[in-house]
């Protein structure tokens, strides 16, 4: 019957593709064999050598690790100051020797100077643009500063209007301590017209 012979040829379809994939199979297990002479390599290359009963530590090839120190020197040095003064806050050059709390002055300045040094203090007034009271200012400041330093020969002032109400002041001298730059700037700022001193 027709239901006979559909089945009959399914089978033989069946059957025909099974043996198809069978000689695949066998075809691509010889491809996989070594050929004549041909030695198998090993799977493992990390494989310990078992010649000697040692075994190797991974660990023995490897440089020990070096700590870096930091050291700068200044000399011909085309740094800015204030990267440098940053690097040795840094490295703990500026420590403070002695006692070290918020009642302290000059912890800073005494750690970054090495006394006697030339200092410029700068100072902001106000004259109201009279060159009268700018002239008086002048002399106050002058005279406030020597008061503490006593370098009256070694003071050098450069005086820069701010505007018209405004005069900058950049005075320098020799100070011997952090106490005697702490002690002229309290003065300066006691001056009626100083508005700004750094």
């Given at each position: 019957?027709?239901?006979?012979?559909?089945?009959?040829?399914?089978?033989?379809?069946?059957?025909?593709?099974?043996?198809?994939?069978?000689?695949?199979?066998?075809?691509?297990?010889?491809?996989?064999?070594?050929?004549?002479?041909?030695?198998?390599?090993?799977?493992?290359?990390?494989?310990?050598?078992?010649?000697?009963?040692?075994?190797?530590?991974?660990?023995?090839?490897?440089?020990?690790?070096?700590?870096?120190?930091?050291?700068?020197?200044?000399?011909?040095?085309?740094?800015?100051?204030?990267?440098?003064?940053?690097?040795?806050?840094?490295?703990?050059?500026?420590?403070?020797?002695?006692?070290?709390?918020?009642?302290?002055?000059?912890?800073?300045?005494?750690?970054?100077?090495?006394?006697?040094?030339?200092?410029?203090?700068?100072?902001?007034?106000?004259?109201?643009?009279?060159?009268?009271?700018?002239?008086?200012?002048?002399?106050?400041?002058?005279?406030?500063?020597?008061?503490?330093?006593?370098?009256?020969?070694?003071?050098?002032?450069?005086?820069?209007?701010?505007?018209?109400?405004?005069?900058?002041?950049?005075?320098?001298?020799?100070?011997?301590?952090?106490?005697?730059i702490n002690q002229i700037y309290e003065d300066l700022d006691k001056l009626e017209r100083t508005k700004m001193r750094f």
């Amino acid at each position: 019957t027709a239901t006979t012979a559909t089945t009959a040829t399914t089978a033989t379809t069946t059957i025909a593709g099974l043996q198809s994939y069978s000689s695949s199979c066998t075809a691509l297990q010889e491809q996989q064999q070594p050929q004549d002479g041909e030695q198998e390599q090993p799977s493992d290359a990390n494989d310990h050598d078992h010649d000697n009963g040692n075994q190797q530590n991974p660990t023995e090839d490897k440089e020990p690790i070096v700590q870096s120190t930091v050291t700068m020197d200044d000399g011909g040095s085309d740094l800015t100051d204030r990267f440098k003064y940053k690097v040795q806050a840094l490295m703990g050059n500026f420590n403070p020797t002695g006692e070290d709390d918020e009642r302290q002055d000059g912890n800073i300045l005494n750690a970054m100077m090495k006394f006697p040094v030339r200092y410029t203090f700068n100072i902001v007034g106000r004259t109201e643009g009279d060159d009268a009271i700018q002239e008086i200012y002048v002399e106050d400041v002058k005279r406030t500063v020597l008061e503490t330093s006593g370098d009256s020969d070694g003071l050098m002032c450069h005086v820069t209007p701010r505007g018209k109400n405004f005069v900058k002041l950049q005075c320098e001298v020799t100070v011997h301590s952090s106490q005697m730059i702490n002690q002229i700037y309290e003065d300066l700022d006691k001056l009626e017209r100083t508005k700004m001193r750094f």
